[in-house]
């Protein structure tokens, strides 16, 4: 496994499907800030005609729809059909995640727990995503949304720095200092 935290807002990125797994992998990317976004499900169900909006295109990808993205999340389709569109990604050298079908996945979608800029993740590897699930839970109570806020102080902070000549070591030096007197981690 490695972990790696994509920049979304020049990326791609296919959802196929539309039951509540596909739902949630599109209300994910878009807490992510993609700003390129496809959405294709044959016969979609309302909750995602409404999330998905003008995006949502009525039928499954072909090999050059899916070749016109960098990453393709699949969830609440037929398991024939994501074979065929799995291999067809690769084939164009999409990333793809299916749903809970860790053979078809080039990568795993960690649990996410989400401060503003803040971003924990909690993964497996896909062997146990309750335990992740469970994770996540004890994260959401010992970071809540006022992080946040801690962030962007520490952000304003780290500007201010800067022009005072700090290099690398004493930024992170005068970040541990605040961090310790603000008693944020105790």
């Not at 920049?7 to 807490?31: F, H, K, N, Y």
């Not at 993609?34 to 499954?60: I, K, Y």
């Not at 971003?119 to 335990?131: E, I, Q």
């Amino acid at each position: 496994m490695l972990p790696i935290i994509l920049d979304t807002t020049e990326l791609t990125i296919a959802i196929v499907g539309s039951g509540p797994q596909a739902c949630r992998r599109l209300q994910m990317v878009d807490a992510a800030g993609a700003s390129f976004v496809r959405v294709f499900a044959e016969n979609a169900e309302a909750p995602m005609r409404e999330l998905a909006g003008d995006r949502l295109v009525e039928n499954w990808p072909d090999a050059e729809d899916l070749a016109a993205c960098h990453v393709v999340y699949m969830a609440n389709i037929d398991a024939g059909l994501q074979e065929t569109l799995t291999a067809q990604a690769r084939a164009g050298k999409t990333l793809v995640n299916v749903e809970d079908v860790k053979p078809l996945c080039d990568f795993h979608v960690p649990a996410l727990v989400r401060r503003g800029d803040l971003l924990l993740t909690v993964s497996t590897g896909g062997k146990s995503p309750g335990l992740a699930r469970g994770l996540k839970a004890k994260l959401e109570e010992q970071y809540p949304a006022v992080w946040a806020e801690r962030l962007n102080v520490l952000s304003d902070r780290r500007e201010r720095w800067r022009p005072e000549g700090a290099d690398f070591s004493e930024l992170i030096e005068r970040t541990n200092q605040l961090i310790e007197a603000e008693r944020w981690l105790s």
